[in-house]
Structures are given as structure tokens and as C-alpha cells.
């Protein structure tokens, strides 16, 4: 989708620099599903009636192989083509009959009957829409939906709670001391650390933006080395992102129907800020 609180244009432009940025490189997106989360997937998708319509909300081939590899049909939305161009170097399901891409926005998908989705992928999806525009994406998926359909959303939030470790400090003496990866410091910098500078609490949008001026603040203060500034530089973002808190995020799933949460394990540094949520459509009345 692309950058919250911004013109569509904007957003799907934003979206744009990032794909052809990745296809000159060559690179493996940051923002890709981890192992961990594409083994919830997996798990929870099995349980899912075989043979039926899947849609992906994003370019994200991982999920549409999964669905793929599990015999459904899929149907892949997102506003930039160009990210759907950066996608298809990543898919690895061989028989591709059953797929269909669309460059179009997920607040208006009536290329897509009533009731005809029997499962719902998306890698951060909801993130990366307004909070003011929410509900009327989750009417749209309550629409395109069947009863009883699954949804599966790996969304990234902060938590209920503090989490001390994650502050800039804790966070990067662990690093420096091999506890954990610059990939884990890069996700608990981006996505909490400096969150006072950079999030609107009422708006739940946490501007990347914000959160680089902070990062070459560090670096310029001697805090950040030249190696740790370099990773997350090549992580720049400026797409912000919708975040609620994790009971915030099931909340409003729970609007479409029974919604449970499936965490990272612990040994995951960052399992905290991120969960899929795997929502079970209500059934008819």
C-alpha cells in the first residue's frame, strides 16, 4: 500500500522507489516474512478448508506461495506495480496457474464477490493503512469474505507493557555484546525504541521519518558506529506505519469475528513487536 497519512500517490510512488531500490540491488526486502512467522503461516493454513480462494493483500510472494503450495487459488492485490515486479524474484511455487495479481487498493477490491475469500493472507498490511480509513478496510474484507473464512495478518505492534530491554541502551549493549543481531537492534530501534520522538499516539502512526532523524542524531553523537548507522541506513524507510498496542490490534480484528493471537518465541528478540493474528470469520446468524 505505501506511507500512512499521505497522498495515494504519494504512498504508491513511495512504494515504487522502494521495489526498483531492491531490484537494482538484488537484495532480500527487510520488511519479507522471517522463518518463524512463515512457519505460523504454514501451520495455520493447513487447517484451512483445501481448494478454495485465497486473496494476499500485498505483493508478498511468500504467502502466496504458501496458499499456492496448499491448493488454493489466489488473488494478489497491491497499488504498486512495481513491487509486484521486486516479488516475483522471491517466488519459489513452481505451478503459478492458480494466481492472479491486481494493481489496486485494498479499500475498493470489486473486482471481488461477496463471500467468494476463503482465507486471507497479509504481511503487515493493516500497518500500512490510515487509521482513519481502518474500518473501511475491514468492512471490505467483511464483504469479500465468506463465513467461517480465516483471516492472517502479521501485524507489527508495540506492547502492552514496557519492555526495558528494548530501550536504546539495553538494546544496543546487547548488541555489542553478541546477544543479538543488527536485524534484531533494527526492528526494536525502528519500531520502539524511539518511539517518544516519533509516534502520534491518537493517530497510531509512527513516522519512519522521525525515526531516521533520531537514528543519524545517535550516530552524529558518537552513540551509533559507523557499522550500525550503515545497516539501518539501508534500511531507510519513508513509509510510516499504523501501530496499535497488541491488545489494541486484536480488538479491532475482533470486529470481524473470534481472533487469536500467535506470538514469536521468545528466542525471537523481537517477538514483542510483532504477532499474526488469526481471525475466524463469524458465521451467518
Known amino acids: 500500500m505505501g506511507a500512512v497519512n499521505e497522498p495515494k500517490a504519494d504512498r504508491a510512488a513511495a512504494w515504487d522507489r522502494k521495489a526498483r531500490h531492491l531490484i537494482s ?16 503461516y504454514r501451520r495455520r493454513v493447513s487447517g484451512v478448508r483445501r481448494g478454495g480462494r485465497a486473496l494476499v493483500l500485498g505483493a508478498t510472494p511468500e504467502l502466496a506461495d ?3 503450495d496448499a491448493g488454493f ?6 497499488r504498486s506495480a512495481a513491487m509486484f515486479a521486486e516479488a516475483a524474484r522471491r517466488r519459489q511455487a513452481v505451478a503459478r496457474a492458480n494466481e492472479v495479481e491486481i494493481v489496486a487498493d485494498w479499500l475498493v477490491m470489486d473486482m471481488i464477490a461477496c463471500d467468494e475469500i476463503d482465507l486471507v493472507l497479509g504481511d ?3 500497518n500500512n493503512v490510515p487509521s482513519e480509513q481502518m474500518d ?3 468492512d471490505e474484507i467483511a464483504r469479500v469474505t465468506r463465513p467461517g473464512a480465516s483471516v492472517l495478518l502479521r501485524q507489527i505492534v508495540l506492547p502492552d507493557h514496557d519492555i526495558p530491554e528494548y530501550e536504546f541502551g539495553a538494546a544496543l549493549a546487547a548488541r555489542r555484546e553478541g546477544r543479538i543481531s543488527l536485524h534484531d537492534l533494527d526492528r526494536v530501534l525502528r519500531f520502539y525504541s524511539f518511539r517518544s520522538a516519533a509516534l502520534e ?13 533520531v537514528v543519524c542524531a545517535k550516530h552524529a553523537a558518537g552513540e551509533l ?9 539501508d534500511r531507510r524507510s519513508e513509509i510510516s506505519h499504523t501501530i496499535y498496542t497488541m491488545s489494541q490490534q486484536a480488538r479491532l480484528l475482533g470486529r470481524l469475528g473470534v481472533c487469536e493471537i500467535d506470538r514469536l518465541p521468545p528466542s525471537c528478540f523481537f ?10 470469520m463469524r458465521l451467518d446468524e
Open 25 to 40: 540491488t538484488g537484495g532480500r526486502p527487510h520488511f519479507a516474512p522471517d522463518a518463524d512467522m512463515l512457519a505460523i
Open 73 to 78: 487459488r489466489v488473488i494478489r492485490i497491491d
Open 136 to 138: 473501511v478496510l475491514l
Open 271 to 280: 517477538h514483542e513487536l510483532m504477532a499474526i493474528f488469526a481471525v475466524r
Open 201 to 213: 499516539p491518537l493517530r497510531h502512526r509512527l513516522d519512519a521519518r522521525c525515526v531516521f532523524q
Open 66 to 68: 504458501i496458499a499456492l
Open 225 to 233: 558506529d559507523d557499522d550500525e548507522f550503515a545497516f539501518m541506513s
Open 124 to 126: 503487515a498490511a493493516l
